[in-house]
Protein backbone atom coordinates (compact mmCIF):
# COMPACT_ATOMS: atom_id res chain seq x y z
CA UNK A 1 0.00 0.00 0.00
CA UNK A 2 0.97 3.33 -0.68
CA UNK A 3 2.04 5.81 1.75
CA UNK A 4 2.83 9.48 2.36
CA UNK A 5 6.54 8.64 2.55
CA UNK A 6 6.21 7.22 -1.12
CA UNK A 7 5.13 10.47 -2.76
CA UNK A 8 7.98 11.82 -5.04
CA UNK A 9 8.93 15.77 -3.97
CA UNK A 10 9.66 18.33 -6.51
CA UNK A 11 11.63 21.37 -5.33
CA UNK A 12 11.18 23.86 -7.98
CA UNK A 13 13.14 27.32 -7.29
CA UNK A 14 10.95 29.96 -9.66
CA UNK A 15 7.53 30.49 -10.71
CA UNK A 16 8.23 29.35 -14.30
CA UNK A 17 10.33 26.18 -13.08
CA UNK A 18 7.51 24.80 -11.43
CA UNK A 19 4.71 25.90 -13.98
CA UNK A 20 7.20 23.85 -16.97
CA UNK A 21 6.42 21.05 -14.61
CA UNK A 22 3.15 21.09 -13.90
CA UNK A 23 2.08 21.89 -17.90
CA UNK A 24 2.46 17.91 -18.40
CA UNK A 25 0.61 15.00 -16.96
CA UNK A 26 3.72 12.98 -16.52
CA UNK A 27 5.79 15.93 -14.99
CA UNK A 28 2.90 17.35 -12.59
CA UNK A 29 2.45 17.20 -9.03
CA UNK A 30 0.13 18.19 -6.18
CA UNK A 31 0.91 21.43 -5.41
CA UNK A 32 1.69 21.28 -1.62
CA UNK A 33 2.03 24.55 0.53
CA UNK A 34 1.53 24.58 4.29
CA UNK A 35 0.51 20.67 3.91
CA UNK A 36 -1.89 21.54 6.52
CA UNK A 37 -5.00 20.22 5.05
CA UNK A 38 -2.94 17.69 2.31
CA UNK A 39 -0.84 16.20 5.01
CA UNK A 40 -4.07 14.78 7.26
CA UNK A 41 -6.12 14.05 4.00
CA UNK A 42 -3.48 11.91 2.97
CA UNK A 43 -2.90 10.14 6.25
CA UNK A 44 -6.29 9.69 6.66
CA UNK A 45 -7.15 8.15 3.10
CA UNK A 46 -9.67 10.83 2.12
CA UNK A 47 -7.69 12.10 -0.65
CA UNK A 48 -5.24 9.69 -3.17
CA UNK A 49 -1.99 9.44 -2.58
CA UNK A 50 -0.22 11.23 -5.37
CA UNK A 51 2.55 10.06 -7.27
CA UNK A 52 4.55 13.40 -6.92
CA UNK A 53 3.82 16.40 -4.85
CA UNK A 54 5.42 19.84 -6.14
CA UNK A 55 6.54 22.15 -2.88
CA UNK A 56 5.94 25.45 -3.28
CA UNK A 57 7.96 26.93 -0.23
CA UNK A 58 10.87 27.82 -2.92
CA UNK A 59 8.64 30.27 -4.84
CA UNK A 60 9.81 33.64 -4.08
CA UNK A 61 7.15 34.80 -6.99
CA UNK A 62 4.44 33.65 -4.35
CA UNK A 63 5.66 35.27 -1.08
CA UNK A 64 4.35 38.81 -0.02
CA UNK A 65 2.35 41.45 1.21
CA UNK A 66 2.16 45.03 -0.52
CA UNK A 67 -0.57 47.44 -1.51
CA UNK A 68 -0.50 48.75 -5.44
CA UNK A 69 -3.07 50.37 -7.87
CA UNK A 70 -5.04 46.88 -7.55
CA UNK A 71 -4.95 47.54 -4.13
CA UNK A 72 -3.73 44.77 -1.23
CA UNK A 73 -1.73 42.20 -2.99
CA UNK A 74 -1.45 38.97 -1.10
CA UNK A 75 1.34 36.51 -2.43
CA UNK A 76 -0.61 32.79 -2.61
CA UNK A 77 2.53 31.49 0.41
CA UNK A 78 1.08 34.23 2.75
CA UNK A 79 0.27 32.36 6.42
CA UNK A 80 -2.28 33.18 8.50
CA UNK A 81 -0.14 34.19 11.14
CA UNK A 82 1.30 36.69 8.34
CA UNK A 83 -2.44 37.82 7.54
CA UNK A 84 -3.26 38.27 11.33
CA UNK A 85 0.09 40.12 12.49
CA UNK A 86 0.48 42.32 9.28
CA UNK A 87 -0.36 45.98 10.25
CA UNK A 88 -1.62 46.55 6.25
CA UNK A 89 -3.66 43.77 6.50
CA UNK A 90 -5.14 44.20 9.79
CA UNK A 91 -5.83 48.10 8.69
CA UNK A 92 -6.76 47.66 5.25
CA UNK A 93 -8.60 43.93 5.36
CA UNK A 94 -9.76 43.60 8.99
CA UNK A 95 -12.03 40.52 8.74
CA UNK A 96 -9.49 38.70 6.94
CA UNK A 97 -6.77 39.41 9.42
CA UNK A 98 -9.46 38.20 11.81
CA UNK A 99 -10.93 35.25 9.70
CA UNK A 100 -7.13 34.23 9.79
CA UNK A 101 -6.63 34.84 14.06
CA UNK A 102 -9.24 31.86 14.26
CA UNK A 103 -7.59 28.95 12.32
CA UNK A 104 -6.41 26.31 14.15
CA UNK A 105 -3.93 27.09 16.43
CA UNK A 106 -0.81 28.89 16.57
CA UNK A 107 1.15 25.86 14.75
CA UNK A 108 -1.24 25.92 11.74
CA UNK A 109 -1.27 29.40 11.51
CA UNK A 110 2.45 29.68 10.95
CA UNK A 111 2.28 26.58 8.39
CA UNK A 112 -1.24 27.27 6.44
CA UNK A 113 -1.58 29.29 3.58
CA UNK A 114 -4.45 31.91 2.26
CA UNK A 115 -3.87 30.04 -1.24
CA UNK A 116 -3.97 26.55 0.57
CA UNK A 117 -7.28 27.94 2.48
CA UNK A 118 -8.76 28.96 -0.95
CA UNK A 119 -7.74 25.98 -3.30
CA UNK A 120 -8.85 23.16 -0.42
CA UNK A 121 -12.27 24.57 -1.39
CA UNK A 122 -13.67 23.40 1.30
CA UNK A 123 -17.23 25.37 2.71
CA UNK A 124 -15.71 25.72 6.15
CA UNK A 125 -12.89 27.45 5.05
CA UNK A 126 -12.62 30.50 7.19
CA UNK A 127 -11.13 32.75 4.30
CA UNK A 128 -13.25 32.77 1.86
CA UNK A 129 -16.27 35.28 3.18
CA UNK A 130 -13.77 37.76 4.21
CA UNK A 131 -12.52 37.56 0.22
CA UNK A 132 -15.65 37.39 -1.45
CA UNK A 133 -16.80 40.82 0.02
CA UNK A 134 -13.75 42.55 -0.87
CA UNK A 135 -15.11 42.34 -4.48
CA UNK A 136 -11.22 41.41 -5.16
CA UNK A 137 -9.59 38.89 -7.67
CA UNK A 138 -7.07 35.74 -7.68
CA UNK A 139 -4.16 35.76 -9.78
CA UNK A 140 -3.85 31.98 -11.29
CA UNK A 141 -0.87 31.42 -13.98
CA UNK A 142 0.05 28.30 -16.04
CA UNK A 143 3.15 27.40 -18.47
CA UNK A 144 0.60 29.24 -21.29
CA UNK A 145 -0.23 32.39 -19.06
CA UNK A 146 -1.83 34.39 -16.63
CA UNK A 147 -5.44 35.09 -16.11
CA UNK A 148 -7.73 36.90 -13.35
CA UNK A 149 -10.36 35.85 -11.64
CA UNK A 150 -12.96 37.18 -9.54
CA UNK A 151 -13.60 35.85 -6.33
CA UNK A 152 -17.33 35.67 -6.73
CA UNK A 153 -16.75 33.56 -9.83
CA UNK A 154 -13.80 31.28 -8.47
CA UNK A 155 -16.03 28.71 -6.58
CA UNK A 156 -18.04 26.35 -8.98
CA UNK A 157 -19.47 23.75 -7.22
CA UNK A 158 -18.64 21.37 -3.87
CA UNK A 159 -15.11 21.28 -3.92
CA UNK A 160 -14.23 22.39 -7.56
CA UNK A 161 -12.79 25.76 -8.33
CA UNK A 162 -12.19 26.99 -11.44
CA UNK A 163 -8.78 25.84 -11.35
CA UNK A 164 -7.13 23.39 -13.72
CA UNK A 165 -4.32 20.95 -12.51
CA UNK A 166 -1.71 22.74 -14.60
CA UNK A 167 -2.96 25.78 -12.62
CA UNK A 168 -1.04 27.51 -9.52
CA UNK A 169 -2.83 30.11 -7.40
CA UNK A 170 -0.04 33.38 -7.61
CA UNK A 171 -1.75 35.92 -5.42
CA UNK A 172 -4.69 37.93 -4.58
CA UNK A 173 -5.44 41.52 -5.32
CA UNK A 174 -8.13 42.89 -3.08
CA UNK A 175 -9.57 46.20 -3.07
CA UNK A 176 -8.65 47.85 0.68
CA UNK A 177 -11.69 48.90 2.86
CA UNK A 178 -12.98 52.44 1.61
CA UNK A 179 -13.08 55.18 3.71
CA UNK A 180 -16.04 55.48 6.01
CA UNK A 181 -17.36 51.56 5.59
CA UNK A 182 -16.54 49.05 8.19
CA UNK A 183 -15.42 45.21 8.05
CA UNK A 184 -16.22 42.23 10.52
CA UNK A 185 -15.90 38.47 10.82
CA UNK A 186 -17.87 35.75 12.85
CA UNK A 187 -17.49 32.44 13.53
CA UNK A 188 -19.59 29.64 14.59
CA UNK A 189 -17.80 26.66 15.80
CA UNK A 190 -18.60 23.84 18.43
CA UNK A 191 -16.14 25.26 20.79
CA UNK A 192 -14.53 28.93 21.30
CA UNK A 193 -11.11 27.79 19.71
CA UNK A 194 -9.98 25.28 17.53
CA UNK A 195 -12.74 25.07 16.06
CA UNK A 196 -13.67 24.00 12.31
CA UNK A 197 -17.12 26.28 11.75
CA UNK A 198 -20.38 25.56 11.38
CA UNK A 199 -20.79 28.40 9.92
CA UNK A 200 -19.26 31.62 9.44
CA UNK A 201 -19.48 35.14 7.83
CA UNK A 202 -18.08 38.53 7.04
CA UNK A 203 -19.67 41.74 5.87
CA UNK A 204 -18.06 45.00 4.40
CA UNK A 205 -20.48 47.69 4.43
CA UNK A 206 -20.98 51.92 4.91
CA UNK A 207 -23.61 54.13 6.64
CA UNK A 208 -24.12 57.32 5.59
CA UNK A 209 -26.91 59.54 7.59
CA UNK A 210 -28.06 56.18 9.97
CA UNK A 211 -28.73 54.44 5.91
CA UNK A 212 -27.27 51.69 4.69
CA UNK A 213 -25.31 53.12 1.56
CA UNK A 214 -23.65 49.56 0.63
CA UNK A 215 -23.64 46.11 2.11
CA UNK A 216 -21.16 42.80 0.96
CA UNK A 217 -22.55 40.09 3.27
CA UNK A 218 -20.92 36.73 2.40
CA UNK A 219 -21.43 33.39 4.45
CA UNK A 220 -19.63 30.18 4.58
CA UNK A 221 -20.41 26.19 5.64
CA UNK A 222 -24.24 26.99 4.06
CA UNK A 223 -24.46 26.55 0.66
CA UNK A 224 -22.09 23.75 -1.33
CA UNK A 225 -19.36 26.84 -1.76
CA UNK A 226 -19.20 30.10 0.10
CA UNK A 227 -21.67 32.59 -0.60
CA UNK A 228 -22.62 36.23 -1.42
CA UNK A 229 -26.29 37.36 -0.15
CA UNK A 230 -26.89 39.53 -3.32
CA UNK A 231 -30.72 40.06 -3.08
CA UNK A 232 -30.24 40.84 0.89
CA UNK A 233 -27.17 43.25 0.10
CA UNK A 234 -29.45 44.82 -2.71
CA UNK A 235 -32.50 45.20 -0.66
CA UNK A 236 -30.97 46.67 2.25
CA UNK A 237 -29.31 50.10 0.47
CA UNK A 238 -31.13 53.16 1.79
CA UNK A 239 -32.84 51.96 4.87
CA UNK A 240 -32.36 53.57 8.19
CA UNK A 241 -29.94 50.67 10.21
CA UNK A 242 -32.67 50.09 13.27
CA UNK A 243 -33.40 47.34 15.26
CA UNK A 244 -36.57 46.57 12.56
CA UNK A 245 -33.94 46.79 10.04
CA UNK A 246 -31.68 44.08 12.10
CA UNK A 247 -34.88 41.73 12.45
CA UNK A 248 -35.59 42.07 8.87
CA UNK A 249 -32.02 41.44 7.88
CA UNK A 250 -31.94 38.30 10.34
CA UNK A 251 -34.96 36.93 8.57
CA UNK A 252 -34.01 37.52 5.22
CA UNK A 253 -30.17 36.53 5.72
CA UNK A 254 -31.63 32.78 7.25
CA UNK A 255 -34.35 32.45 4.00
CA UNK A 256 -31.60 32.98 1.59
CA UNK A 257 -29.33 30.54 2.36
CA UNK A 258 -29.50 26.47 1.32
CA UNK A 259 -27.55 24.92 3.89
CA UNK A 260 -27.10 20.63 4.32
CA UNK A 261 -27.02 18.41 7.47
CA UNK A 262 -23.53 16.77 7.74
CA UNK A 263 -21.32 15.46 11.00
CA UNK A 264 -20.76 19.40 11.94
CA UNK A 265 -24.53 20.27 12.49
CA UNK A 266 -27.73 20.63 10.70
CA UNK A 267 -29.44 22.19 8.19
CA UNK A 268 -32.14 23.70 10.21
CA UNK A 269 -29.67 24.91 13.15
CA UNK A 270 -27.41 26.37 10.13
CA UNK A 271 -29.98 28.49 8.65
CA UNK A 272 -30.94 29.92 11.72
CA UNK A 273 -26.90 30.83 12.91
CA UNK A 274 -27.00 32.49 9.55
CA UNK A 275 -29.38 34.62 10.09
CA UNK A 276 -28.17 35.43 13.59
CA UNK A 277 -24.58 36.14 12.48
CA UNK A 278 -25.36 38.43 9.61
CA UNK A 279 -27.60 40.67 12.19
CA UNK A 280 -24.66 40.31 14.90
CA UNK A 281 -22.21 41.38 12.05
CA UNK A 282 -24.08 44.98 11.38
CA UNK A 283 -25.09 45.19 14.98
CA UNK A 284 -21.51 46.37 16.25
C1 LIG B 1 -5.47 21.04 13.38
C2 LIG B 1 -6.02 21.80 12.20
C3 LIG B 1 -6.87 22.87 12.41
C4 LIG B 1 -7.39 23.59 11.34
N1 LIG B 1 -8.23 24.62 11.60
C5 LIG B 1 -8.79 25.30 10.56
C6 LIG B 1 -9.72 26.37 10.82
O1 LIG B 1 -10.03 26.71 11.96
N2 LIG B 1 -10.24 27.01 9.74
C7 LIG B 1 -9.90 26.68 8.46
O2 LIG B 1 -10.40 27.31 7.53
N3 LIG B 1 -9.03 25.69 8.19
C8 LIG B 1 -8.47 24.99 9.21
N4 LIG B 1 -7.59 23.97 8.96
C9 LIG B 1 -7.30 23.63 7.56
C10 LIG B 1 -5.98 24.24 6.99
O3 LIG B 1 -5.06 24.55 7.99
C11 LIG B 1 -6.20 25.51 6.16
O4 LIG B 1 -7.17 25.30 5.15
C12 LIG B 1 -4.90 26.00 5.50
O5 LIG B 1 -5.06 27.32 5.10
C13 LIG B 1 -4.44 25.18 4.31
O6 LIG B 1 -3.27 25.78 3.78
P1 LIG B 1 -1.98 24.93 3.45
O7 LIG B 1 -0.96 25.88 2.92
O8 LIG B 1 -1.56 24.11 4.61
O9 LIG B 1 -2.56 24.00 2.28
P2 LIG B 1 -2.04 22.61 1.73
O10 LIG B 1 -2.45 21.52 2.66
O11 LIG B 1 -0.60 22.67 1.35
O12 LIG B 1 -2.91 22.54 0.39
C14 LIG B 1 -4.33 22.55 0.43
C15 LIG B 1 -4.88 22.47 -1.00
O13 LIG B 1 -4.53 23.64 -1.72
C16 LIG B 1 -3.76 23.31 -2.90
N5 LIG B 1 -2.81 24.43 -3.05
C17 LIG B 1 -2.04 25.00 -2.07
N6 LIG B 1 -1.40 26.07 -2.57
C18 LIG B 1 -1.78 26.21 -3.87
C19 LIG B 1 -1.48 27.14 -4.92
N7 LIG B 1 -0.65 28.20 -4.73
N8 LIG B 1 -2.07 26.96 -6.12
C20 LIG B 1 -2.92 25.93 -6.34
N9 LIG B 1 -3.25 25.03 -5.39
C21 LIG B 1 -2.69 25.16 -4.18
C22 LIG B 1 -3.15 21.95 -2.58
O14 LIG B 1 -2.81 21.21 -3.74
C23 LIG B 1 -4.29 21.32 -1.80
O15 LIG B 1 -5.29 20.86 -2.68
C24 LIG B 1 -7.04 23.23 10.01
C25 LIG B 1 -6.15 22.15 9.79
C26 LIG B 1 -5.67 21.43 10.86
C27 LIG B 1 -4.72 20.29 10.61
Known amino acids: MKTVEDIEILFPSSLEEALAGQAHEKTRGRPLAGGTDLMVQWASGTAPIPERAVSLGGLNELKGIRETARGIEIGALTTHAELRSSPLIREKLPALAAAAATIGGRQIQNRGTIAGNVANASPAGDLAPTLLITDGSVTIASAAGRREVPLTRLYLDYRKLDLRPDELIVSFALPPLPAGARESFRKLGPRAAQAISKVMAAARWRVEKGAVASLALALG ?48 YRKWVAGRLARALLEQ
Open 221 to 268: SVAPVPVRLFELEKWIVGRRLDAALLDEVERRASAEVRPIDDIRSTAA
